[in-house]
């Protein structure tokens, strides 16, 4: 059973920076289409940016310019850096990607921006 594991949220000031990384673990399946999304308190999850099979990188507008995917040295790795947060940046992060077909979500990690 493959599990998403994110790690490298906490609390961070305006201009910060954070990094998040993500990692499959439980299959050697490769994890497809693996990304970030966002859900802040009364909003709906919203897609961040995202790696397809086909390499290309998307970014939601409001990251574009600030935030960077990218794959690990380690297969089914996906790390989101984070620069010049703002503080309508705070949310739960989400790992996400396609096993087999199956759509798979990490268990979340809470993202702060406040001064």
């Known amino acids: 059973q493959v599990q998403l594991v994110e790690s490298g949220g906490g609390l961070v000031q305006p201009g910060g920076s954070l990094r998040l990384s993500c990692a499959a673990r439980g299959s050697m399946d490769s994890i497809y289409d693996m990304g970030w999304y966002r859900q802040a308190p009364g909003k709906r999850r919203e897609l961040v940016a995202v790696i397809t099979r086909g390499g290309s990188r998307n970014y939601a507008a409001s990251v574009k310019g600030r935030f960077t995917i990218s794959n690990g040295n380690a297969k089914n790795t996906v790390y989101l850096q984070m620069n010049s947060l703002k503080v309508e940046d705070t949310a739960v992060y989400y790992c996400?990607?396609?096993?087999?077909?199956?759509?798979?979500w990490g268990q979340g990690t809470q993202v702060t921006v406040s001064s």
């Open positions: 996400h990607g396609f096993a087999r077909d199956v759509e798979k």
